[in-house]
């Protein structure tokens, strides 16, 4: 099954989503899953994981009720808030779901020591609790907070979106490279490879431009804990869903037919804990 680990769901709210400024017409509009399907067929894709984009809980029901009437959609990556008082329960009730898989938190628009605040990590250790997984969603400046957090719950599946945002555009890949390399040894931390081109020159960018930081990633990482990651729709800021894949897709070509299987699909199975069934025509 190829997977795509990362992408997401919404009926445009223009106040709501407010993170879609006028620089991102292109997707200020709604994206469903009846405009993802033909996409993914297209591509060879047989399923994918829905990851939240609001921090609501309406927000999880709304993303939880798309992949119930729609079968390729194997998971959700939802919100819950981990720093409230009722936390727990919270998880509880969303974990009798067996599509809620795990949780994120859009740290990235935080504070960078907001991983370290008492209260979040009290919501991060219920998680293994619950066999549910967390999504770090972090620039490179949060990298540090990030490995700390690892670092306190060895127990729990983290996975990090968007390889921590690197300043392609710019260039920059030293702190960046160095941060990646310490929260790599902690083995279970596992990679997206997504929105890539997003962190690019949106309007020049070449496949050459990611390879620098595919090259670190694969080096620390290794082909068990890295998957693919369309970020579908915020990737139609830079390209389209055919053109970011094929950016991995050229990458990983020298590689193993086994490895290739693990990178676009085995390893997301077994992070999410998926279950590998045909999708269904609905």
């Avoid at 009290?122 to 619950?130: P, S």
């Avoid at 992070?271 to 999708?279: I, N, P, R």
């Amino acid at each position: 099954m190829r997977i795509d680990s990362h992408q997401h769901f919404w009926k445009f709210d223009p106040i709501r989503d407010s993170w879609i400024d006028q620089s991102m017409e292109a997707i200020q509009k709604d994206f469903l899953p009846p405009h993802l399907k033909p996409l993914l067929q297209a591509n060879k894709i047989e399923a994918c994981i829905a990851v939240q984009a609001d921090q609501s809980e309406t927000e999880t029901e709304f993303l939880l009720d798309c992949a119930a009437k729609n079968s390729f959609i194997k998971g959700v990556v939802g919100w819950v808030d981990l720093r409230a008082h009722n936390v727990e329960a919270r998880l509880q009730h969303y974990s009798q779901n067996t599509l809620f898989k795990g949780v994120r938190h859009i740290v990235q628009a935080e504070a960078n020591d907001f991983m370290l605040s008492a209260d979040f990590q009290k919501g991060v250790g219920k998680l293994e609790e619950f066999n549910l997984t967390y999504d770090i969603l972090i620039f490179p400046s949060q990298l540090t907070a990030a490995i700390a957090l690892v670092k306190k719950f060895p127990n729990q599946k983290f996975v990090i979106d968007h390889m921590a945002k690197p300043e392609i555009k710019l260039g920059k890949i030293e702190k960046w490279q160095k941060h990646i390399k310490t929260i790599a040894q902690y083995p279970n931390v596992y990679c997206k490879i997504s929105g890539m081109t997003t962190e690019a020159d949106w309007k020049h960018w070449s496949t050459k431009d990611f390879y620098a930081y595919l090259d670190v990633v694969f080096e620390v990482f290794g082909t068990n804990r890295i998957m693919y990651g369309s970020d579908w729709p915020v990737c139609l800021l830079a390209a389209t869903y055919k053109e970011q894949l094929q950016i991995l897709e050229t990458y990983i070509k020298t590689l193993s037919i086994d490895e290739q299987i693990k990178i676009m699909g085995t390893n997301a199975v077994g992070f999410y804990q998926v279950l590998e069934t045909k999708a269904g025509n609905n």
